[in-house]
């Protein structure tokens, strides 16, 4: 337990409702999460800085997508489970070597029910045709998941983005920086 009342994730309450909320929000998942997985996401959860290695299709999306759908159902549904930390909106990002693996990413978590944008340069322009500014729908918390290259973490807009309040205050701690060797 936490100094404030709060339950941890990585205790047995904290990883069973992580399973429970896999189970109801992910039916494709028949088993949950992996022991790796759950030891990963609870980490998370717990604000804790995790680094993560393994195998293409070892299931590393799980790791930044499951801390997103826990906090949005715990959004949902608050009163329902017990209490444990949780952010207010939840934001991850998830750094991106390629356009193409981000909007894979962006596909896979939307089918989730989780809002998911890819900020790059097709994104971005066609967002300026119509009007929108991307970098501050992401400044509010607007995109619970943001996948970005390392080309526009450099962008103004970018620094417009990290400097917000929201984002500074809420971003998760779970900033996917993998590489992976196939789409490279």
């Known amino acids: 337990m936490t100094s404030s009342g709060l339950l941890r994730w990585q205790s047995q309450v904290g990883r069973d409702t992580i399973q429970q909320i896999v189970n109801l929000r992910v039916s494709e998942w028949t088993r949950g999460l992996r022991d790796w997985q759950l030891d990963v996401v609870s980490g998370i959860l717990d604000g804790e800085d995790v680094l993560v290695s393994t195998a293409t299709g070892d299931g590393k999306s799980a790791i930044f997508a499951t801390p997103l759908l826990v906090l949005l159902e715990m959004k949902r549904a608050a009163g329902y489970y017990p209490r444990l930390p949780c952010r207010e909106p939840p934001m991850g990002i998830v750094i991106t070597p390629t356009k193409g693996l981000a909007a894979n990413i962006v596909f896979g978590i939307s089918r989730l029910g989780v809002r998911a944008i890819a900020y790059c340069s097709e994104v971005l322009t066609e967002a300026r045709k119509t009007g929108r500014q991307i970098w501050r729908e992401i400044a509010a918390g607007d995109w619970p998941l943001v996948c970005i290259d390392p080309e526009h ?12 309040d929201a984002w500074r205050a809420n971003i998760s701690d779970s900033l996917g920086r993998g590489h992976d060797r196939s789409h490279s």
Not at 153 to 164: P, R, V
């Open 153 to 164: 973490l450099t962008a103004k807009d970018w620094e417009h983005i990290t400097g917000a």
